[in-house]
């Protein structure tokens, strides 16, 4: 992992019971067409307890937002390996927090998220931008995610 | 009218000279460096068709996108055929397409319409993809209107008949999700698809199948893919084209070499005419003119190497009976062969294993046995219980997962590592 936002668990201490359900979702960002990311993470998150709803490769900004609006989901995962992940994190996470419901949902993003390889400078300003947590895409990522997911305070045994 | 060669007439031609096709993916957005890469392609030291890939917003028929990005210099992952003026692309192709270097579209669109138009308005007549394979993993358009917008560009291609061209579609359905798709479900879509263009007017098409995990299992794939293409498209055009692994791709350079020639041997064992390169930068970026060469000419000494030998012919496990009976079950279901596709994901009679797309059913599900063979642990509702053979039915864990994506890439870089100078897999030799 390359960076957490400190505030996270703070957040879920004071709105734990009242708006996050057991569910998380997880999905793509527009451009991007990759799932066996996304089958992945599917698969870990329910060995983790968790109910996962998976929107798929391709998913446009509205449909996100409209998923997440509604399922009121305890966490939202985002994950893109083509590229674009940088440039359209920071346009979806503008566009979650504006949404009243979602504006302190935890929302994470990780895979390949530049055109070059891993860049703390990229993960830096998706936390700038507020989101929660940011994971590259190797073995570490993906045990800092895990445990990113451990620690969080509702939803395993719901 | 005078006939022109064709695509397909000239692997054909090519095959009969004993000489295996190779053909890179290769796509940039400025028409000269396009030139370049096509040049570097037809100088190759090998037999070779060129490659025009588009980008990704000509993909998702975002041509607005794909304009703005020329216009301000963003580089594209691509070609944008339909960005660029028909008079762009003639002028790019001119002195580099000729009968003897035939050059194919190629896009991954569920969208096609304007990628068909501006090809055909550019001067060329072949290209790939699939309303199934071109829809299912690549897009969240519904299958349906996927199906109509291919019968609708195989409609529009057809009729470059009447102008004495004759062209060319490959089917992509042979490399669904690129890895992990049991072989007897690649080689059903594979000839399905070569039935949909043949049912909107195509009359030479060529049948994909994408290497997978054990060479032997493989070569039946092949064998069964080239019987049933004997048996249901008898009277059109048509050839196999096998695709270099489409997985996660070996991160050693001899690695990946190593898996490159492995399909070249593969393809030749079984009498495919042409083949899809990966290249040894696979693992980490889009490849180099310069790579995709070398990719090239590896791929054509290692064909070259095995040419002429005697192989034992595919051990039979079913496979064939398997593909036959999905295909057979899916042109019962309507009187039209788009219907009865539509009806087949509905039922669940096709159903890609780890396939998320909302139309697919997503009970199958398969895994890679003790072998490295790729089998079934669940069929769901594919109508092959009574020849499909099942395994133990686990589910897959996430680090089962992980495993199984990585199993080739694994398999290809530990070799190169422990036995840097010794051939991979001896496939078996009569």
């Not at chain 1, 004071?14 to 067409?33: C, F, K, M, N, T």
């Not at chain 2, 000239?10 to 796509?27: D, S, T």
């Not at chain 2, 030479?204 to 080239?226: F, G, H, K, M, P």
Request: proline residues 6%; contains cysteine; charged residues 20%.
């Amino acid at each position: 992992m390359l960076s957490t936002r400190l505030s996270t668990c703070r957040r879920h201490a004071v709105q734990r019971d009242a708006d996050y359900g057991p569910e998380i979702v997880v999905s793509s960002l527009s451009s991007d067409s990759h799932t066996w990311n996304l089958i992945f993470l599917q698969l870990l998150l329910e060995e983790l307890g968790h109910r996962v709803t998976n929107l798929g490769s391709c998913v446009p900004d509205d449909l996100l937002i409209a998923e997440c609006e509604r399922r009121r989901p305890c966490l939202i995962v985002l994950s893109s390996v083509n590229g674009h992940g940088y440039q359209e994190g920071l346009r979806i996470i503008h566009a979650l927090r504006a949404v009243p419901a979602l504006a302190a949902t935890p929302v994470v993003i990780g895979g390949k998220l530049g055109t070059s390889g891993a860049d703390p400078h990229l993960a830096s300003a998706l936390i700038d931008a507020s989101f929660d947590a940011v994971f590259e895409d190797d073995a570490a990522g993906v045990l800092s995610f895990r445990s990113f997911v451990r620690a969080l305070p509702v939803g395993t045994n719901a | 009218m005078m006939p022109q060669d064709s695509f397909g007439r000239f692997v054909g031609r090519m095959h009969r000279a004993g000489r295996l096709v190779v053909q890179p993916r290769m796509g940039v957005s400025d028409p000269a460096k396009m030139r370049r890469g096509l040049l570097a392609t037809r100088h190759a030291n090998a037999t070779t068709v060129g490659t025009i890939t588009l980008d990704s917003y000509t993909r998702v028929a975002d041509n607005r996108a794909a304009v703005a990005a020329l216009q301000t210099g963003a580089p594209l992952n691509g070609y944008p055929i339909v960005a660029h003026d028909p008079r762009t692309t003639r002028a790019m192709l001119d002195g580099v397409r000729d009968p003897g270097f035939p050059v194919q579209v190629r896009h991954g669109s569920a969208v096609p319409q304007g990628i068909f138009a501006a090809l055909v308005a550019a001067g060329l007549d072949a290209s790939e993809g699939g309303p199934i394979s071109y829809c299912l993993p690549y897009s969240r358009l519904p299958l349906r209107e996927s199906m109509t917008n291919w019968a609708l560009c195989c409609e529009l291609f057809a009729r470059l008949r009447e102008t004495g061209a004759e062209p060319h579609l490959e089917t992509f359905g042979g490399c669904m999700l690129g890895q992990l798709c049991p072989p007897s479900l690649l080689v059903a879509i594979s000839v399905l698809e070569g039935l949909f263009f043949r049912w909107f007017g195509l009359r030479s098409v060529s049948l994909s199948y994408a290497q997978q995990t054990n060479a032997d299992q493989d070569a039946e794939a092949i064998a069964a893919l080239r019987r049933l293409a004997a048996e249901f498209l008898c009277d059109v055009d048509w050839h196999v084209v096998i695709y270099a692994y489409m997985g996660v791709y070996p991160r050693t350079p001899k690695g990946a070499s190593l898996l490159l020639e492995e399909a070249a041997r593969l393809a030749v064992r079984n009498n495919a005419e042409r083949l899809i390169v990966k290249t040894t930068a696979e693992a980490y970026r889009i490849p180099t003119f310069e790579e995709n060469v070398a990719a090239l000419e590896t791929a054509a000494a290692a064909a070259a190497e095995c040419a002429g030998r005697p192989w034992a012919p595919p051990g039979d496990t079913g496979l064939y009976a398997e593909a036959r009976t999905l295909i057979e079950a899916v042109l019962n279901l309507a009187s039209r062969l788009d219907k009865s596709l539509i009806c087949a994901f509905e039922r669940g009679y096709l159903d890609v294993p780890y396939c998320l797309h909302p139309d697919n059913a997503g009970r199958a599900r398969s895994y890679i046995d003790d072998e490295g063979r790729l089998r079934w642990s669940s069929v769901g509702a594919l109508p092959i219980t009574a020849v499909a053979e099942c395994g133990p039915g686990n589910a897959l864990s996430s680090s089962d997962l992980l495993a199984a994506l990585s199993y080739v890439s694994r398999r290809c870089d530990a070799h190169a590592i422990e036995r840097p100078s010794a051939p991979m897999i001896e496939q078996r030799e009569q």
